[in-house]
């Protein structure tokens, strides 16, 4: 079965880094976009950032400037990169890929998802 898996969420404090990532396991034929969404208590799932399978990126505006991500096709993983980290961050982060199998099946998946919290 394809599926993500997610790693690097924890606790930090105000200011600090912290690196997500995200591997898609199983057999795949092709990776489209991925990204990662985020959901804080008792508010809707949000985009935080994207990347297409050749690179491009798009972000929140709210992390335009501290937050990183990439991918290593190679490793079929996402990473995003986390600084300067603040306390309306806190949530659980989801990783989301779109994948074609190698049995030429489109598949959005979903990880379950990692907690961050930022707090002193």
């Known amino acids: 079965q394809v599926h993500l898996v997610e790693s690097g969420g924890g606790l930090v404090q105000p200011e600090g880094s912290l690196r997500l990532s995200c591997v898609a396991s199983?057999?795949?034929?092709?990776?489209?976009?991925m990204g990662w969404y985020r959901q804080a208590p008792g508010k809707e799932r949000e985009l935080v950032a994207s990347?297409?399978?050749?690179?491009?990126?798009n972000y929140a505006d709210s992390v335009k400037v501290r937050f990183t991500i990439s991918r290593d096709n190679a490793k079929n993983t996402v990473y995003l990169e986390m600084n300067n980290l603040k306390p309306e961050d806190t949530a659980v982060y989801y990783c989301?890929?779109?994948?074609?199998?190698?049995?030429?099946?489109?598949?959005?998946?979903w990880g379950q998802g990692t907690l961050v919290t930022v707090s002193s």
């Open positions: 199983g057999i795949i034929f092709s990776i489209n976009t």
């Open positions: 989301n890929a779109h994948v074609i199998t190698v049995n030429y099946r489109y598949l959005e998946l």
């Open positions: 990347i297409s399978s050749g690179g491009g990126t």
